[in-house]
């Protein structure tokens, strides 16, 4: 069973800020044409997810993180482990667990036509919360962690890293794959 804590804030925040369960699953490879290592799960860049496969996913987001990202349209069977994928690496400090983590972010479900469940950018403004276990779902905990300001981050996480069978509806249905393009505003210590 997830565990949750439902906090009166907007629906991202509070699935972002529920407490995840789930163990580590990623394989690191090589990432080309980008410079830097990406983790993935090792059939996700096979081309058998989403239509054009993870590489489609990536190149729908955009580039430009002073701007919302894409929506992206996925399709068919959705990687079975936690995909990161840095669309745009930063130069600034790396975010670890710890940190009070300053984000743009945009949520999509896997196999949703690109509908945006939620996000900081129709907000107009980024949110800010600590980066710790017991207070995000666990595909954040393992998921944002390396990542640097100034960078744009992919992550798809499987359902046992998200909400698992008891999802959050009813924008987030039981078992879903979720899609996050994350951008990073800041790091710090956290408090």
Same mark, same amino acid.
């Given at each position: ?27 690191? %490879? ?52 936690? @995909?990161?994928?840095? @669309? ?14 300053? %984000? ?32 995000? /779902? ?5 998921? @944002? ?8 981050? /992919? ?23 979720? %899609?996050? @393009? /994350? ?9």
């Amino acid at each position: 069973m997830i565990g949750r804590r439902l906090l009166p804030v907007p629906l991202v925040l509070a699935a972002v800020l529920a407490v995840g369960c789930g163990d580590e699953r990623t394989a690191t %490879v090589a990432s080309e044409g980008h410079g830097t290592d990406t983790e993935h799960s090792a059939s996700a860049g096979s081309g058998e997810h989403g239509g054009a496969g993870l590489e489609g996913l990536y190149a729908s987001i955009g580039k430009d993180v002073k701007t919302a990202p894409g929506s992206p349209k996925t399709s068919g069977e959705p990687p079975a482990e936690l @995909v990161k994928h840095d @669309v745009v690496e930063g130069k600034g400090a790396a975010a670890k667990v710890g940190d009070d983590v300053e %984000v743009q972010y945009q949520l999509t479900v896997w196999g949703a036509d690109g509908q945006v469940v939620d996000s900081s950018w129709q907000r107009g403004q980024p949110a800010t919360f600590p980066l710790q276990s017991g207070g995000l /779902i666990e595909g954040w905990i393992q998921g @944002v962690p390396g990542m640097k300001v100034g960078g744009r981050r /992919i992550l798809v996480v499987p359902p046992d890293l998200g909400y698992g069978p008891a999802g959050q509806p009813p924008a987030i249905p039981a078992n879903a794959t979720l %899609v996050f @393009v /994350i951008d990073l505003v800041g790091t710090g210590k956290g408090g």
